[in-house]
């Protein structure tokens, strides 16, 4: 806008100038020196406020030009803050829902969902496929029947260890 003005305003200049060129030749024969003198500075005043409006837009416009730079970066700033946020919270979720369910720490990386219910769904199928893969726990202790070395006899048979396996070797060989 300021653009137009000031070259709305040349363009006036231009055509007063022109105009005022034709008569001022008369009027400067009228006005005798003085006259001639303060209309020539007047002319020179008018020239030097014009530039120096023109330079003080070009000026303004870029420092708007510059303002608006700074608004995008912060922009694009804040776009760069949101989405670390964003998945900051997402690996804050996904690392809850695995201590939940209790799956190991190095099994997170495997939960790619971005909300609750599809992290819960998977952790769920992973605890579900850990759970039917691990091998069942070791019993607690050894049966009585199965203890050795001790001498005693057995509760099933009424057997020491010894004579069970003499029994054995017994009916193997048919005796």
């Known amino acids: 806008m300021h653009k137009d003005a000031a070259m709305a305003d040349d363009d006036t200049t231009e ?3 022109d105009t005022t060129d034709d008569t001022d030749e008369s009027a400067k024969d ?3 020196a ?3 003198k303060a209309l020539d ?7 030097d406020a014009e530039r120096e409006l023109k330079d003080a837009t070009e000026r ?3 420092i708007e030009d510059a303002e608006k730079s700074a608004e995008q970066r912060l922009t694009e700033q804040i776009q760069a803050l ?3 946020a964003e998945a900051a919270e997402v690996d804050a979720l996904r690392r809850r829902v695995a201590a939940d369910r209790g799956l190991p720490a190095d099994i997170v990386e495997f939960l790619t969902g971005t909300d609750e219910d599809s992290v819960v769904t998977q952790a769920d199928k992973l605890a579900e496929r850990l759970a039917a893969a691990a091998p069942p726990p070791p019993p607690a202790s050894r049966p ?3 203890r050795s070395g001790n001498g005693e006899k057995t509760a099933d048979t009424g057997l020491s260890p010894a004579q069970l396996a003499e029994s ?3 009916s193997r060989d048919g005796t």
């Open 15 to 17: 055509t007063d100038t």
């Open 144 to 146: 009585a029947s199965l």
């Open 41 to 47: 500075a007047e002319r020179k005043a008018r020239r």
């Open 82 to 84: 949101t989405k670390r």
């Open 168 to 170: 054995v070797i017994r």
């Open 34 to 36: 003085a006259g001639k």
């Open 30 to 32: 009228t006005l005798g």
């Open 60 to 62: 303004l416009r870029a």
